[in-house]
C-alpha cells in the first residue's frame, strides 16, 4: 500500500530551525514530484516547497523562500524540508504530498497531488 509518513516536527522558539522529514514507501515515489503543504486553524492549505523527481527542479512559496529547503534522497524514499529562521506564522500542519503522474516537472496545485501523509504539528513560539 502506497504510503508517506511524516516526522520531525514539534514546538520551537521564533528564530529556531526544524527539518521534517517524508518517508515514502514504494518504488514509485523515487522519480515523482513531491510537495510540501502547511495548514493553519481558520486558514487555506497552501503550498510550502516542491521538488521535481530528479530533484533538479525546486519551488518555494514567497513566505517561506530564503528560509526553507527542500531536497529528496531517492535512494532512501525520503523527502526533507530544512526550515530554519522560523516565524510564528509558520506555525500550522505541515503534510507532505506525492504526485505519482508528474516527475520532470514541479506542481503547486494540492488538488493534483494524489497521495498525502498524516501531517505533523509545527507550532513556533514568539
Known amino acids: 500500500q502506497v504510503q508517506l509518513v511524516e516526522s520531525g516536527g514539534g514546538l520551537v522558539q521564533a528564530g529556531g530551525s526544524l527539518r521534517l522529514s517524508c518517508a515514502a514507501s514504494?518504488?514509485?515515489?523515487?522519480?515523482?514530484?513531491m510537495g510540501w503543504f502547511r495548514q493553519a486553524p481558520g486558514k487555506e492549505r497552501e503550498i510550502v516547497a516542491a521538488?521535481?523527481?530528479?530533484?533538479?527542479?525546486?519551488y518555494y512559496g514567497d513566505a517561506v523562500k530564503g528560509r526553507f529547503t527542500i531536497s529528496r534522497d531517492n535512494a532512501k524514499n525520503t523527502v526533507y524540508l530544512q526550515m530554519n529562521s522560523l516565524k510564528p506564522e509558520d506555525t500550522a500542519v505541515y503534510y507532505c504530498?506525492?504526485?505519482?503522474?508528474?516527475?520532470?516537472?514541479?506542481?503547486?496545485?494540492?488538488?493534483?497531488?494524489?497521495?498525502w501523509g498524516q501531517g505533523t504539528q509545527v507550532t513556533v513560539s514568539s
Open positions: 504530498a506525492a504526485d505519482r503522474l508528474r516527475w520532470a516537472d514541479i506542481e503547486t496545485i494540492a488538488s493534483r497531488y494524489d497521495v
Open positions: 514504494g518504488r514509485a515515489f523515487g522519480i515523482c514530484t
Open positions: 521538488i521535481s523527481g530528479s530533484g533538479g527542479s525546486s
